[in-house]
């Protein structure tokens, strides 16, 4: 099954010359021209608690309670492209995923606006700016870096892989463990994806680009919403939705098991209607492997390629791309911030380019 | 006291004239240069958990948490001015506070920008996407929204103020309520000035714009680090530092007592070292009144202009400006985002040419 695969990444990958490349760092100096930017909330639900506002005693009675929104700043570039793209971060992260990069390097968000994108940047309901959540919320300062830098293949802490693709000095760590940031309240993926298809409603057809836990909520918003006309995802952790009676088996890992989600057939298909595009980075292992960190990409990879092919099968248009069998190496969780990200968005370039979406 | 302070506003409102009014207007549809742009996390702290970090079993042991930064996301414009603007929100809000309005207009994000200033946007610690705090947080959604409407002067819920600077639409309060956002875990005043004075540190010289809760935040700020050259101070809320034997009783107000707070004189000092101007709206009562949403306010006003009496008594410059006293009508406790903020954006403009510190 792999080897196809890695075929077609390697067609992708020749699709970048290497001029262009130099031209998209080098114009890096130019300014960035914004046409218009802004912000706004949008989804969300409304706390309507009975009784009469007392504006002297000033108690909860009838007074009203606006949360669960999704927060967004956006930017439009003069003359921009025909598709805006739509950044949507993962677990406990925020928009800063496609901000300055942790070792302060131009993210996704400048990158793409240079492209002339027009960039949407999300926080999701209960998510950094997003913050006011309807239900309570208990957050407890666990120490977790250790777990968060093996997970997101840094390295086996306190080690960094070997060419790794991320700035080893300290301040690079410390800015991204402070891009961590808790949600206030529990995931509700209707909540979720409800905020996000309402985004597709306020701004017109676009191209979501998700990360990690926001892959699964990708697919779900996907078929809630046919204005989202293409998905590119990074890493995508969990959430993968089968036709019912063709959901796969879980998925062991020494991380725990990998399920498989199962939706009515009729909305599946709605995913074979847009292409998609997946990529994962380096460093995760063929075979079982204890270190959990690493193990559970093993299982989502396998599951992305289960997925591929399944909504290939019906029709659809899926490329899993695994970065090193194209030759590019030492990328990590987030390739779209590692060292060697202008080349990463150059992959992306090309592929919006080769369906036309540019 | 009051006539002097009048007068001052008055003329301080003539230096601005018509056509530059309207030349500030006019040019909101030129595309906004931007020389570069991101965003980084500063200050904060690091909880080390003692042990040793086990990969397999993954508990908090041997971990580390960083927390208590603030977050900031900056423009710099093409051909910027000297000094950057920090803008500083307020109490249960966000960086949010200076962008797009709640009815959907340009905030002083983007006015500052079009005038050639950089702008830098700051979520204080433990506030929004600076969420991340070393502090156990326990949020709970209290419907609390009409409590705001009137003591953001609004109006008294649920009427408007007679030609309040609000549209009175349902979509901006829908947005205006969310901008709301809950502190995660309590405020710690050397953590969030710390944090701020690490930014200027970082930055170099500035000019510090803050809102209500920050006001007061920023008098302490500035104490500490004089890399900040001048404050603009939008209805300042708390916080007012008084040298020690100086410090006025406190004013009794039909939401409580608002205290002044004393700082050995030496401290104080550094605040008669550099220009401050301060803004009040329009909807504060001259007598007690029983509303607690408008009658803190009364209070807050009297403290400011004691205070602006102490700090210019000791050599200082500080200018209060109570916008209806020159001519300047309705507006509420967030002049920057109301109707007509262009032309409060037009008074700041006049006061730092003033100054000379454009």
Redesign the interface.
Known sequence: MKKPIALLGIVLASLVPLNHLRAQTSEKQE?????R?????IG?SV???PGT?D??E?T?E??????D?A?V?YQIP?ETRKYPLVMWHGFGQ???TW??TPD?R?GYQ?IFLRRGYSVYLM?QPRR????????????????????WF?IFRIG??PNYFPGVQFAEDKETL??Y??????N??GFDKEVITDAVSLLFDKIGEGILVTHSHSGGFGWATAIKNPKIKAIVSYEPGSGFLFPEGEVPSPIAN?AGQLEALGVPKEEFLKLTKIPIIIYYGDNIPEKPD????IDGWRARLEMARLWSDTVNKHGGDVTVVHLPEIGIKGNTHFPFSDLNNVQIANLMSSWLQEKKLD
């Open positions: 300014p960035i021209m914004i046409e930017q802004g912000s706004f909330a969300g706390i309507k608690n506002f504006p002297i000033r909860p009838g007074q009203t309670f606006h949360g929104h927060y700043f003069l925020f928009s800063k901000e300055t302060g131009e400048n926080n950094g700016n997003a913050g006011r959540s309807t239900e309570l919320a208990t957050i407890t300062p666990t120490p977790d870096e250790q777990f093996n086996e802490w410390n800015q463990f402070r891009q961590i940031t808790p206030i309240g020494s204890p270190n959990p960190g």
